[in-house]
C-alpha cells in the first residue's frame, strides 16, 4: 500500500538556522509529490508541489524541496529560518489510480527559537 | 484562496445523535474529499467524490456516510456519532485532469461529541 513517511515528529531550530523536514514515500509510479503548512486553528495551504521535470523545486515563503527517486525522498529545506515559520507541516503523495486521492504524512511541527 | 466554505465550523453534539457537516466550493472542481486531522495520525481520508453522485471510500470510513448531488456540495454525515468521532474533519478540492494535481483545503470544522 501507498505511505508517506515523516520521520520526525517535533524540530527546533533558532531563528536564522537552516532546516530540512524529511519525508519519504512508498509509490510504485511517478509520485504527485507535495508539501503543505498548517498554522494553528487554519487549514492547509500548499507550499510546493512535483511531478515532473527539475528534481528540485522552489515554492512560497523560501522554501525548496529535493524530490530523490533513489531514495524515495521528497525533503523540505529552508536555509534561514524565521519565527513565522513555526507551524506544522505535512508531506502528501497524490495517488492517481482510475481516481485521484491523496494520502498525507502525519506531520512534522516546527517550533523556533528567538 | 481557493472558494471553499465549511460549515458549521465548530460544534459539540451527544453521542448517538446524527451530524451532517457541509463542505460548499465555488471553483467547479471536479474531485471532492473530506479528512479528518487527529494528533500523531496526520490527516486521513473518510471519503472522496470524483463527480455527482460518485463516492468512494477512504481509509476511515467506517461511521461516516457521503453525499454529492451537486457539483459545489459534498456533504459528510455521522449517522450516530461516537466519542471516536471527536476530530477536526478537512474539506478539499481537486481539479485534477485539468492539468492542477494540489489540492485545497477549507478551514476545518472541529466537531465534539459528549
Known amino acids: 500500500a501507498q505511505s508517506v513517511t515523516q520521520p520526525d515528529i517535533h524540530i527546533t531550530v533558532s531563528e536564522g538556522a537552516s532546516l530540512e523536514l524529511r519525508c519519504n514515500y512508498s509509490y510504485g509510479a511517478t509520485p504527485y509529490l507535495f508539501w503543505y503548512v498548517q498554522s494553528p486553528g487554519q487549514g492547509l495551504q500548499l507550499l510546493l508541489k512535483y511531478f515532473s521535470g527539475d528534481t528540485l523545486v522552489q515554492g512560497i515563503k523560501g522554501f525548496e524541496a529535493e524530490f530523490k527517486r533513489s531514495q524515495s525522498s521528497f525533503n523540505l529545506r529552508k536555509p534561514s529560518v524565521h519565527w513565522s515559520d513555526a507551524a506544522e507541516y505535512f508531506c502528501a503523495v497524490g495517488e492517481a489510480s482510475g481516481t485521484y486521492k491523496y494520502i498525507f504524512g502525519t506531520g512534522t511541527r516546527l517550533k523556533v527559537l528567538a | 484562496d481557493a472558494g471553499i466554505t465549511q460549515s458549521p465550523r465548530h460544534k459539540v453534539t451527544e453521542t448517538g445523535t446524527p451530524v451532517t457537516l457541509r463542505c460548499h466550493q465555488t471553483?467547479?472542481?471536479?474531485?471532492m474529499y473530506w479528512h479528518r486531522q487527529d494528533p500523531g495520525h496526520g490527516l486521513r481520508l473518510i471519503h472522496y467524490s470524483y463527480g455527482v453522485k460518485d463516492t468512494d471510500k477512504g481509509e476511515v470510513s467506517d461511521g461516516y456516510s457521503v453525499s454529492r448531488s451537486k457539483t459545489e456540495d459534498f456533504l459528510l454525515t455521522l449517522e450516530s456519532a461516537t466519542s471516536s468521532q471527536t476530530s477536526v474533519y478537512f474539506c478539499?478540492?481537486?481539479?485534477f485532469g485539468s492539468g492542477n494535481t494540489e489540492a485545497f483545503f477549507g478551514q476545518g470544522t472541529r466537531l465534539t461529541v459528549v
Open positions: 471553483e467547479n472542481h471536479r474531485y
Open positions: 478539499a478540492i481537486s481539479d
